[in-house]
């Protein structure tokens, strides 16, 4: 039998803004956006999950939007903005909502942090004065297995009042 490629795994050119910096690489049609972004990209602090838009791991931010990359194809994504975790701390090294994270251990594992973090930036982007109960339904949308969730509410609501906000109930 030859070597021939199948019509439907035909890689295609994908060219879009990976944290700054406008990439080229190639996708199967049915590659998945988190998979492109991981093993294509090289952004390996983007953690995948469930891979059916459930658990929040793969979140990124695409546009300024944070968005399950594992429910979007890689080739839906030409020409888009992406965010991941690595694009996130300064020069300086950790952002104010990474360092509110650690000093409010928000995390033990780690692996659904990159996802939350993304999800946090655009919410605190949308939202000067978030209360506890907006936190927590943004935070809804994400499954951590090992903390109690308690530690991120923190972290986000200082992060909001230290940036200006006064938060409410
Ligand atoms: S891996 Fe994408 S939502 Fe779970
Ligand atoms: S810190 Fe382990 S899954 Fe959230």
């Given at each position: 039998m030859?070597?021939?490629?199948?019509?439907g795994d035909q890689r295609h050119a994908v060219t879009l803004t990976v944290n700054g910096r406008e990439r080229t690489g190639e996708a199967a049609p049915r590659m998945l956006l988190s998979d492109f972004l991981r093993h294509e990209m090289g952004c390996l602090g983007l953690h995948v999950g469930c891979e059916h838009g459930v658990c929040g791991a793969c979140?990124?931010?695409?546009?300024?939007?944070?968005?399950?990359?594992?429910?979007?194809?890689?080739?839906?994504?030409?020409?888009?903005?992406?965010?991941?975790?690595?694009?996130?701390?300064?020069?300086d090294g950790l952002n104010d909502l990474?360092?509110?994270?650690?000093?409010?251990?928000?995390?033990?594992?780690?692996?659904?942090?990159?996802g939350i973090l993304a999800s946090a930036t655009e919410f605190l982007e949308r939202n000067k004065a978030p209360s506890e109960?907006?936190?927590?339904?943004?935070?809804?949308?994400?499954?951590?297995?090992?903390?109690?969730?308690?530690?991120?509410?923190?972290a986000i609501l200082e992060v909001a009042q230290a940036r200006g906000g006064e938060g409410g109930e």
């Open positions: 030859s070597a021939q490629v199948k019509k979140t990124i931010l695409r546009d300024g939007r944070a968005e399950r990359s594992c429910t979007q194809y890689a080739v839906q994504a030409e020409g888009a903005d992406i965010r991941t975790v690595e694009s996130f701390s300064g020069e990474q360092r509110a994270f650690r000093r409010h251990h928000a995390l033990q594992c780690g692996f659904c942090t990159a109960a907006q936190v927590r339904d943004m935070l809804s949308g994400h499954i951590c297995r090992c903390t109690d969730y308690s530690g991120m509410v923190r």
